[in-house]
């Protein structure tokens, strides 16, 4: 393997003795004719409660000491099988004919030095003689750039966080500003199994540089492997994110020294100056997402009907119902919108902000009621306006609501003037960066509809 130092008895020892909780557990395990295999055997050692296997190919596994002579040779010849495959991959050339389009498709895109199937010219065909996936052939991309990295976590595809046995191959080839020629490419792919198979995933364009990014639809604002690894947390320090363990729990540390930082609480970092929302993946692994302004689209209708994640509803301070939307609201939702308000709000809520409740029988799944300064009894502070756009989405990203229906707030009995409860509405949606994908401005008259679309106009293209 050229650029990596040679695997030896002694260099697994030394791995051994680094890792190890206690230094004086570390032994030797020996397996003579593992040992004996110069090109996919290797070394093991014990330490702590771990069996280590140091593969002389680079590949390396961590797993639980089986504590017996038996359970050990065992899980050594399980790693040994594995590796002596690896090897007999890689011996067959892999014709790229044989391999699907999306990974002919992303071993050109490598080779070419480009960023997505998107870049190649001309579109390459799939089977069916149809223009390629580009969406399927980038996660495929994506996998690959992950098996050509010097130390590749774990076999492509899996996933980042570690079970009870991990297992780390390095390619020997490293990536370089030379880009790697197509024989080195289809012996990565060659390596890796999942190369060759048909994606199961999507990948999508990095919200902040454009690379591809894994995701699938539930995580399409994900940043790409190399984002991922930049964010920065409230103070400023290079931050990680880790599970905390099999049944769910995220924790994030500063990477210099391992402490913990709140971003735990708050889940908020940023890459480059861009807010981001880390945390857990549904199934696993640490999910960075780019927090975006929602789309925003206007609707003329009746906002109890919206069939959205949240409809934010314009509450007063007591919290107790009322008239125009808030009185609409209660009505459709039932009994359970304001017994949630009582126990949940026991003291109601200050102009500007805002607060979740259950939405009771209405079609959305929350109610996140906001309070409106109100201009008729004088309070004509609009900054108080702008706190309700903001301190919505921030309880949107606090309860997981993607899609929400406002209406204008202020602009019922409280009488703000109907152009600027717009644009206040517009302006702040469109600058405040959210998990929020959309915002449906519900319009409770043609006026109120007017206005928010002449307000959509003003700030550029209206959506919707
Ligand atoms: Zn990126
Ligand atoms: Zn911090």
Do not use: K
Not at 181 to 195: F, G, K
Not at 306 to 314: G, K, L, P, S
Not at 386 to 400: K, N
């Amino acid at each position: 393997m050229p650029d990596t130092p040679p695997v030896t008895r002694a260099t697994t020892l030394a791995l051994a003795i680094a890792q190890a909780a206690d230094p004086t557990t570390v032994r030797e395990v020996e397996h003579p004719a593992f040992a004996g295999d110069a090109e996919a055997g290797g070394f093991a050692a014990r330490y702590d409660q771990t069996l280590l296997v140091c593969g002389v190919d680079g590949g390396r596994s961590w797993s639980v000491d089986p504590c017996t002579d038996e359970g050990r040779r065992a899980a050594i010849e399980a790693y040994w099988r594995v590796a002596r495959r690896r090897r007999e991959r890689e011996r067959t050339a892999i014709d790229p004919a044989s391999l699907p389009a999306t990974t002919r498709a992303a071993v050109d895109v490598v080779v070419a030095g480009l960023r997505s199937a998107a870049d190649l010219h001309p579109v390459p065909l799939d089977e069916a003689g149809e223009p390629v996936d580009v969406a399927r052939a980038d996660a495929t991309l994506v996998l690959l750039r992950r098996a050509m990295r010097p130390t590749a976590a774990v076999a492509a595809g899996a996933s980042r966080d570690g079970g009870a046995s991990t297992t780390r191959t390095p390619d020997g080839e490293r990536p370089t500003a030379r880009r790697p020629t197509q024989a080195q490419v289809l012996r990565a792919v060659a390596r890796h199994e999942v190369l060759a198979q048909e994606p199961t995933s999507t990948a999508h364009p990095c919200p902040l540089c454009a690379t591809p990014a894994l995701g699938g639809p539930r995580y399409d604002r994900a940043v790409c492997d190399d984002c991922h690894e930049r964010p920065r947390c409230v103070h400023g320090r290079a931050v990680g994110g880790a599970n905390t363990g099999l049944g769910g729990g995220f924790v994030a540390h500063h990477r210099d020294d391992g402490s913990a930082c709140e971003t735990t609480q708050t889940h908020r970092v940023w890459i480059d100056g861009h807010p981001c929302h880390m945390d857990e993946a549904r199934f696993g692994g640490v999910v960075v997402e780019a927090l975006l302004p929602p789309a925003i689209t206007l609707v003329r209708g009746d906002i109890t009907r919206e069939a959205v994640d949240a409809v934010v509803n314009a509450a007063n301070t007591a919290m107790r119902g009322g008239g125009g939307v808030d009185g609409a609201i209660h009505r459709a939702g039932g009994p359970a919108v304001l017994a949630d308000c009582i126990a949940r709000f026991p003291r109601g809520l200050a102009v500007g902000d805002a607060g979740w409740t259950t939405a009771g029988d209405l079609p959305a799944h929350r109610v996140i009621h906001t309070v409106g300064p109100s201009w008729a009894a004088g309070e004509r502070d609009r900054a108080l306006l702008v706190s309700c756009y903001r301190r919505s989405l921030e309880v949107a990203d606090e309860i997981g609501s993607r899609t929400l229906a406002f209406p204008l707030i202020s602009a019922g009995v409280y009488a703000w003037p109907l152009a600027d409860a717009a644009a206040a509405a517009v302006e702040t949606l469109r600058a405040t960066p959210s998990r929020v994908r959309e915002v449906r401005i519900v319009a409770f008259s043609d006026e109120a509809a007017v206005a928010v679309g002449r307000a959509l106009g003003a700030g550029g293209a209206a959506e919707g």
